[in-house]
């Protein structure tokens, strides 16, 4: 498994584990720390970020090994070092979807306790705030809250269209979901061409996270006010089914026969392969779409910020990545685990992470010049998407949540069931997760 292809490195791989080998050119000048572990899973960005550690390597000498699972492997892994005596791991690579559960248990240590001196640089975009929770209040909160994580993979979803295509009719990207149909249904001509492919399957968290676009583009949310603790469920509303309507209709009629059966990786292949002219993905996918080793249509994919309903916002789903350091280690890990975390976050380093193929969470990286290059392109569409991308929960009972909603969406979209039933059934069992766990809750009346 070759990651570095950009520099001709690769990392050494063996049960799952990805020893990262830096060359330690500057190890002479630079302070010297112990070698950290690093738990992160397999993703379409962990060949940049791979890059960006041996990069680090390279610099400082400092020794950094990469254990790389499957994304459920991950987060069990990381829910075992944190209970256990000592962790395994220096440096946690939490999702933005389960994140709650690391902060609201109390297993992180917060970063300014390591060094009083650390602040999130400037330009790190922030995401919801989401670094930063308040033990007393349980609530994320950049005002009172200890500064708990750094981010490190943006994972915005973005609209990806055949340019090239657009270009030949004469359209711009669309805007709203009803242009997004039209245009889908005038590229339709299957099996040669789909006009959108979309994510369906049941997993962790997948056809939720694709879904959830749709729900607050039309105005609706899965609770009430979850800023302010009012967990009233209210997926089972008139946006609620709008959305899902919307949702369903486009794989009926510009998609393939099999979309709730197809899976991430599933979108991305439709795409490099010429027979998608739309679909939405989490911005890490950019990377392969024009490599000509995966792709046999380089240089005509483009981006957009995801459409929205008449009247509504673009609410990319935000499903980034955030890096936290164990309580449970001993000091000596934690300082070396916050040094490459305050080397990750400067602007140069940001950089160039994005020139080695990664996403950087950065806006010195997304305004730089390297952002104006034509092969760069997605860039300028982060530029808008970052500051709208919107989290699912805060909560740590979302796998609860997520698979009561992976099963409900998954049937709706195969037929199994109605839109209005999986609604419904779905909204009464939030509703019981919610209120087993103690929060305020109830649900909208059933839709009819």
Request: proline share 5%; aromatic share 6%; no cysteine.
């Given at each position: 498994m070759s990651f570095r292809t950009v520099l001709g490195k690769s990392l050494v791989v063996a049960s799952s584990t990805v020893a990262v080998l830096g060359m330690g050119v500057l190890a002479a000048a630079a302070q010297s720390q112990p070698p950290i572990n690093v738990v992160i899973n397999q993703s379409p960005w962990l060949e940049g970020f791979a890059s960006i550690v041996e990069e680090y390597e390279d610099e400082t000498g400092n020794r950094v090994s990469l254990d790389v699972n499957p994304y459920a492997g991950s987060l069990e892994k990381q829910r075992n070092a944190v209970r256990s005596d000592k962790s395994e791991f220096d440096l946690l690579i939490v999702n933005g979807i389960f994140y709650p559960e690391m902060y609201h248990g109390g297993f992180l240590e917060p970063l300014t306790k390591i060094d009083p001196d650390f602040e999130l640089d400037p330009q790190i975009y922030t995401y919801g705030d989401t670094p930063w929770f308040d033990?007393?209040?349980?609530?994320?909160?950049?005002?009172?809250?200890?500064?708990?994580?750094?981010?490190?993979?943006?994972?915005?979803?973005?609209?990806?269209?055949?340019?090239?295509?657009?270009?030949?009719?004469?359209?711009?990207?669309?805007?709203?979901?009803?242009?997004?149909?039209?245009n889908a249904k005038l590229f339709h001509n299957p099996p040669e061409m789909y006009g959108i492919v979309q994510r369906a399957s049941r997993a962790a968290v997948s056809v939720t996270w694709d879904f959830f676009p749709y729900i607050n583009g039309y105005g609706g949310s899965f609770f009430q006010d979850e800023?302010?603790?009012?967990?009233?469920?209210?997926?089972?509303?008139?946006?609620?089914?709008?959305?899902?309507?919307?949702?369903?209709?486009?794989?009926?009629?510009?998609?393939?026969?099999?979309?709730?059966?197809?899976?991430?990786?599933?979108?991305?292949?439709?795409?490099?392969?010429?027979?998608?002219?739309?679909?939405?993905?989490?911005?890490?996918?950019?990377?392969?779409?024009?490599?000509?080793?995966?792709?046999?249509?380089?240089?005509?994919i483009d981006y957009a910020t995801l459409p929205h309903a008449d009247g509504f916002a673009s609410t990319p789903a935000l499903g980034h990545w955030l890096a936290g350091i164990p309580k449970n280690l001993d000091d000596a890990q934690k300082v070396a685990a916050l040094e490459f975390l305050k080397w990750f976050q400067k602007p140069e380093t940001q950089i160039a992470y994005a020139e080695l193929g990664g996403a950087p969470v950065s806006s010195a990286a997304?305004?730089?010049?390297?952002?104006?290059?034509?092969?760069?392109?997605?860039?300028?569409?982060?530029?808008?998407?970052?500051?709208?991308?919107?989290?699912?929960?805060?909560?740590?009972?979302?796998?609860?949540?997520?698979?009561?909603?992976?099963?409900?969406?998954?049937?709706?979209?195969?037929?199994?069931?109605?839109?209005?039933?999986?609604?419904?059934?779905?909204?009464?069992?939030?509703?019981?997760?919610?209120?087993?766990?103690?929060?305020?809750?109830?649900?909208?009346?059933?839709?009819?």
């Open positions: 033990a007393e209040t349980k609530t994320v909160n950049r005002e009172t809250g200890d500064l708990l994580t750094v981010p490190v993979n943006p994972n915005i979803t973005l609209l990806y269209y055949r340019k090239d295509l657009y270009d030949e009719k004469g359209l711009t990207a669309p805007e709203t979901f009803e242009e997004l149909l039209e800023s302010i603790g009012d967990y009233v469920v209210t997926i089972n509303s008139e946006a609620g089914r709008k959305a899902l309507e919307m949702y369903i209709t486009l794989a009926k009629e510009a998609g393939p026969e099999n979309t709730a059966s197809l899976t991430q990786g599933d979108l991305i292949q439709f795409l490099v392969t010429g027979k998608a002219a739309h679909s939405v993905l989490p911005v890490a996918a950019w990377a392969q779409m024009d490599d000509p080793n995966k792709s046999i249509i380089p240089g005509k997304y305004e730089s010049d390297f952002a104006e290059k034509p092969e760069n392109r997605y860039m300028l569409a982060m530029r808008t998407a970052s500051p709208q991308a919107k989290g699912l929960w805060t909560i740590p009972e979302g796998a609860e949540i997520a698979a009561i909603t992976e099963l409900g969406l998954n049937r709706a979209v195969a037929g199994e069931i109605t839109v209005v039933d999986a609604l419904n059934s779905m909204a009464k069992d939030m509703e019981k997760v919610l209120s087993d766990a103690g929060y305020k809750t109830g649900r909208l009346p059933d839709l009819k």
